[in-house]
């Protein structure tokens, strides 16, 4: 089972995987001073990190959640089963480990996945 597929495409398995889940609500206060909440939605965020990545693993990932927004497939950990969800990706980033001849070690490859 892949723990992770963009687009029908399976990515190498993270080395941190972390889910939040997160409550979009509005808030005001009455006449009394008492906080009114109301839930809107409950959308998921997940958070993705690769210790080491080869160069073409590093481009087959960045590609993937290159688009405005794309089909994940993630296992989430309040049904314990694989969900299927559009998100969206945020900020990416990485960094170079060694150059060592002429072919790049890229370390700590990271990023966060949100619900749309």
């Known amino acids: 089972m892949a723990l992770i597929r963009i687009n029908?495409?399976?990515?190498?398995t993270?080395?941190?995987y972390d889910i939040g889940v997160q409550d979009i609500s509005k808030a005001t206060r009455n006449a009394l001073g008492n906080m009114i909440i109301e839930r809107i939605n409950t959308k998921v965020k997940i958070?993705?990190?690769?210790?080491?990545?080869?160069p073409l693993e590093q481009t087959s990932v960045l590609f993937a959640v290159s688009g405005t927004s794309f089909e994940v497939e993630y296992l989430?950990?309040?049904t314990d089963t694989i969900l299927s969800k559009e998100f969206y990706c945020g900020d990416r980033s990485t960094g170079l480990y060694s150059h060592v001849d002429n072919k790049p070690v890229w370390r700590e490859v990271s990023f966060n996945l949100v619900e749309i």
């Open 76 to 78: 989430d950990p309040r």
């Open 8 to 12: 029908d495409t399976t990515i190498p």
């Open 14 to 16: 993270p080395s941190s």
């Open 47 to 54: 958070n993705l990190s690769w210790k080491s990545l080869t």
